[in-house]
């Protein structure tokens, strides 16, 4: 019996000290180019799109959306996450002809979906003290429109995003306190 005590004791220290896993992702083509003019891929995102900033969402352009595209989604999360992948911003009906966002905006039109904090809105990174976390900005390009209610979990519409996508690119920035 002491055993069981020794296990549990152990899972509860690796959630509590990173070691959540990430959540799984379905195998798509990585078509998408992913960039922003406020970071470059692998470094660390402006304090200003951040927790001790002014929270706002980054710029980000795409390029190389399929054709044949019905709408173009967008998904921020954190694989780094103590109790598994925290997700920060999830975006859908983007319109495939659209290349980019602007700071702090949501293009007419496209619709906000719950994030992991209960808000469908951009919360920016805001990791607790220690390494630093990555930042996943992936694009979507979506075959057929997602149908997501608006009061799905983060992980339901970020299931059917995935369910509906041919491709994705994403671009990828850190952030430590």
Known sequence: MWWLLVLGLAGLAACSSGGGAPRAERALPERIAVSSPAFA???AIPRRFTC????LSPPLGWSGVPTGTVEVALVVDDPD????TYVH????GIEPDRTELAEGAVPPGARQ???SAGTATYTGPCPPSGPPHHYRFTVYALQR???IASDASPEAAIEAIEAAAAARGRLVGTFGR
């Open 41 to 43: 891929a692998g470094v």
């Open 52 to 55: 001790e900033g002014e929270n």
């Open 81 to 84: 996450a103590p109790r598994g």
């Open 89 to 92: 911003w999830v975006v859908v």
């Open 113 to 115: 979906l719950r994030n």
């Open 145 to 147: 429109r997602a149908d």
